[in-house]
């Protein structure tokens, strides 16, 4: 099967919109790399079954497909008014307290004890997704006084945040840990873990998974860019989910923080994706706004390895035509011009040590001889990654004899990964490195291949070996 031709990979939301199989397959084929299950909806049976439908057609097209599984994490709601809804006025005193009494237009129910104790006058409360601004100016025991600085309306159950403040609560839930272990038995690639606050909550998940699958640390509170070198250094790889980041921190701050997480992750060699409301528009309509396409766009000047659909596929009703669209927008940007020059002038200083050397090496090597594609044999994904990270023009043919490597990869700017077996030398490696090449339309008979492994051959962690093959 055709490999895809461009490097910046989609990431996908599983829903009500996509759970047939014959849908996902036709999303999978418009452009998909891997897909997510979203853990706040849906069953375990729903889980179960996309998962199997992922890896039937995983195998029928003979291509890694990863899966991520996005965890819940603690959700911060109030609770309920007489007659579900009241209306609001600036200026107005509202309180916020621990009596499970029905609210209304003076008071509600604030079910988290934690969050009275640790507000304090001049702190805000922001609810129905910034929607609604109280802030702070008493409390007692068991309640906060404030006065209403936006909003005209409150209904029932609104989620709340309160920026700039670290809360007292775990990051993994009870209903996280079940559906941690759940996600692990069904075999998934990747467990984003929601609510990172500091580098403890991702430690926490990380004994939890094990080597059973990856951590992708989910980038939505200003904590977590407080310490951010610190979480990713647990992490395996990041998602900037920049619509609760954007609630919590002044909306001008996030383009620039986009960025500056992009770069870093480029700089440690760990993949970064870009979330929430991408394409939130093609919900309900056919074609995105122009302004949703140049942020697909923007993203991928970035440098991001993947971009991320929600309730697009999810919930929406045009789920093939958006990925088809957001597909189109990637292809577009990689061939633009001012793409590779900012690609260049970003590029990334070696790290000190042999693995990374002979893997910068690679990269420039198939520049200079104008290189078909860069090919990676790899037993943990480590060398893949580190060619991922130079952001080359031409792809990276990753080999592994681990399926679950290659399916982790997906993720990955660049890696088209390939799941063998069998081979048991570099030699060999290279025999079936240009047989897939050619089979899969990434190298034309003359052109050339640039391989890396490692000897001795198999061993994590001993990239060593540079080889320029041709295609016969």
Aim: with cysteine; net charge negative.
């Amino acid at each position: 099967m055709t490999m895809r031709t461009r490097n910046t990979k989609i990431l996908a939301t599983l829903g009500p919109a996509s759970s047939d199989e014959s849908v996902i397959e036709s999303l999978f084929l418009e452009g998909v790399d891997l897909f997510r299950l979203n853990f706040s909806h849906g069953t375990t049976d729903d889980h179960a079954a996309r998962v199997k439908s992922i890896r039937a057609i995983e195998e029928k097209h003979n291509r890694p497909i990863g899966i991520v599984a996005d965890l819940q994490g603690p959700k911060f709601r109030i609770g309920d008014f007489r007659g579900d809804q009241i209306a609001l006025k600036i200026g107005q005193d509202f309180r916020f307290d621990l009596n499970e009494d029905l609210g209304d237009s003076t008071r509600v129910y604030l079910p988290h004890p934690e969050v009275v104790e640790i507000l304090e006058a001049g702190q805000s409360i922001l609810l129905d997704d910034g929607k609604v601004r109280v802030r702070i100016t008493d409390k007692g025991a068991d309640w906060l006084q404030g006065t209403v600085e936006a909003g005209t309306k409150l209904s029932n159950h609104k989620g709340f945040n309160v920026p700039g403040v670290l809360i007292p609560v775990p990051a993994l839930t009870d209903k996280d840990k079940q559906d941690l272990k759940t996600a692990l038995e069904l075999g998934v690639d990747w467990i984003a873990q929601s609510f990172v606050q500091t580098a403890d909550d991702a430690k926490e998940a990380k004994e939890l998974i094990g080597d059973r699958a990856a951590l992708m640390v989910k980038l939505e509170k200003p904590s977590a860019i407080e310490y951010l070198k610190d979480i990713i250094e647990v992490a395996d790889g990041a998602m900037i989910a920049r619509g609760d980041l954007g609630v919590e921190m002044p909306p001008e701050d996030v383009p620039s923080l986009q960025k500056q997480i992009i770069r870093h992750m480029r700089e440690v060699g760990k993949p970064v994706v870009v979330a929430t409301q991408m394409l939130e528009s093609m919900i309900t309509n056919p074609m995105p706004t122009r302004a949703e396409a140049s942020d697909v766009a923007n993203a991928v000047y970035d440098g991001t390895d993947a971009v991320m659909l929600s309730a697009e596929t999810a919930a929406g009703d045009y789920p093939v035509e958006t990925v088809k669209i957001m597909n189109r927008i990637l292809e577009k940007v990689e061939t633009d011009d001012t793409y590779k020059t900012i690609m260049e002038a970003t590029q990334l200083a070696t790290h000190d040590n042999a693995s990374d050397a002979i893997t910068t090496a690679a990269e420039q090597v198939a520049r200079d001889i104008h290189a078909a594609c860069i090919v990676n044999y790899t037993t943990s994904g480590s060398t893949a990654l580190r060619t991922a990270r130079r952001r080359p023009h031409i792809p990276i043919l990753c080999l592994s004899q681990n399926m679950e490597v290659t399916r982790r990869l997906s993720v990955c700017f660049g890696v088209r990964g390939l799941h063998i077996t069998d081979v048991n030398s570099f030699f060999e490696t290279v025999q079936v490195a240009v047989k897939q090449a050619k089979e899969r339309n990434m190298a034309k008979v003359g052109e050339t291949l640039v391989l890396t492994a490692g000897v001795p051959f198999g061993q994590v962690g001993s990239t060593n070996v540079l080889r320029v093959a041709v295609v016969e």
